[in-house]
């Protein structure tokens, strides 16, 4: 996240938790879902920046890999509510 900033990570993984909620039809709230995509993003991040699988030094490339974190974590919630 050095690229990005504490502000603006937090900002598009709610971002990425909002769209992530909307595209999988997932109705835990607007506030989890953003709170979900925020921990998503982050561990997303952390685990592809481990491995070099995916460059985030772009906002665009940070949303994407938000988006793929946050969509994880909100499917495996989803089966684990069930």
């Given at each position: 996240?050095?690229?990005?900033?504490?502000?603006?990570?937090?900002?598009?993984?709610?971002?990425?938790?909002?769209?992530?909620?909307?595209?999988?039809?997932?109705r835990?709230?607007?506030?989890?879902?953003?709170?979900?995509?925020?921990?998503?993003?982050?561990?997303?991040?952390?685990?592809?920046?481990?491995?070099?699988?995916?460059?985030?030094d772009?906002?665009?490339?940070?949303?994407?890999?938000?988006?793929?974190?946050?969509?994880?974590?909100?499917?495996?919630?989803?089966?684990?509510?069930?």
């Amino acid at each position: 996240m050095e690229n990005v900033g504490w502000i603006a990570s937090i900002f598009i993984g709610g971002l990425a938790g909002w769209l992530a909620g909307k595209f999988m039809d997932v109705r835990f709230g607007v506030i989890m879902n953003i709170i979900l995509g925020i921990v998503g993003s982050v561990v997303a991040v952390a685990v592809l920046r481990q491995f070099n699988v995916f460059v985030q030094d772009s906002k665009l490339g940070y949303l994407v890999t938000a988006f793929l974190g946050a969509s994880l974590l909100l499917f495996v919630v989803k089966l684990i509510k069930r």
